[in-house]
C-alpha cells in the first residue's frame, strides 16, 4: 500500500474555529478524509501542527514550528512515502512574523527542496509532491487573530499566484485548498468540519491521478 504524508499545520490538525471547541472528530480532518475518498488505497499519515510556517520561527509558540527544520526528521520517521503533501503558509502571514504570500511561497519551495534532496535509503524513491494553497483568511471579531490576520488578508488572496507558480516551476502537483474550503467566521482562519472534509475530497483526484490508484 502507498504512504502519504499529509504535512500542513491547525487546519490539517482539525482544529475548531469555535471558541473553546473540541478537535475536529478524526473522520472529519482532511487527511482522513483524502484516504476515504481514495477507497483506503493509500495509508494517508496525518502531520498537523497549530501555528507551523512554511520556514520562519516562531518563537511564541511551546514546539518547534519551522516546517524547514522539522520536515527531514518526519520524512525519516514516517518512511519510505510515495507523496508528500504541503499544505502550509497561513501562518506565514502573522504580522509578525514574514507577513507575505511571495514570503510564504518561498518557503514552500524550500519544503519541495527538502523532500527532493533528503538522503533517502538506497534503492527507495523519492516522493512525489502536491503543493496546497491554503484556504483564505476571513473577517472575523476575534480577539487575537484578527489582530493576527486581519492586515494581511489581502496577502492570503495571492496564494494561488504565487503557489502555482512555484509548483509550475519545480514540476510538481498543485491544489488550491481555497477553491473547495472557506474559513469560519467565528475566528477568521480555521474551518468547519465541512469545509475541513471537503479539502480532502477535492484532493483526491489529483492523489488518484499522480499516484495511480
Request: no cysteine; aromatic share 8%; hydrophobic share 45%.
Amino acid at each position: 500500500m502507498k504512504t502519504i504524508l499529509a504535512y500542513g499545520d491547525s487546519l490539517t490538525f482539525g482544529a475548531n474555529p469555535q471558541p473553546n471547541g473540541q478537535r475536529h472528530a478524526f473522520e472529519d480532518r482532511w487527511p482522513t478524509a483524502l484516504e476515504s475518498a481514495i477507497g483506503g488505497k493509500a495509508r494517508v499519515i496525518a502531520e498537523g501542527l497549530g501555528g507551523r510556517t512554511t520556514v520562519f520561527d516562531d518563537f511564541s509558540n511551546v514546539a518547534d514550528r519551522n516546517g524547514a527544520r522539522v520536515l527531514p526528521t518526519l520524512l525519516e520517521s514516517h518512511k519510505p512515502l510515495d507523496l508528500v503533501i504541503i499544505m502550509l503558509g497561513t501562518n506565514d502571514l502573522k504580522v509578525y512574523l514574514n507577513g507575505t504570500a511571495f514570503g510564504a511561497a518561498m518557503g514552500v519551495k524550500r519544503l519541495v527542496q527538502i523532500v527532493r534532496t533528503h538522503p533517502y535509503d538506497a534503492g527507495t524513491a523519492i516522493p512525489q509532491v502536491i503543493v496546497v494553497a491554503p484556504p483564505l483568511t476571513v473577517e472575523t471579531d476575534h480577539v487575537d487573530l484578527h489582530p493576527m490576520f486581519a492586515p494581511r488578508a489581502d496577502e492570503a488572496k495571492l496564494f494561488d499566484f504565487y503557489y502555482s507558480r512555484v509548483a509550475n516551476e519545480l514540476g510538481v502537483g498543485y491544489f488550491n485548498a481555497a477553491s473547495v474550503a472557506v474559513a469560519d467566521r467565528a475566528d477568521g482562519v480555521h474551518l468547519d468540519p465541512a469545509n475541513t472534509r471537503a479539502i480532502g475530497e477535492g484532493l483526491a483526484p489529483l492523489v488518484t491521478q499522480m499516484l495511480g490508484l
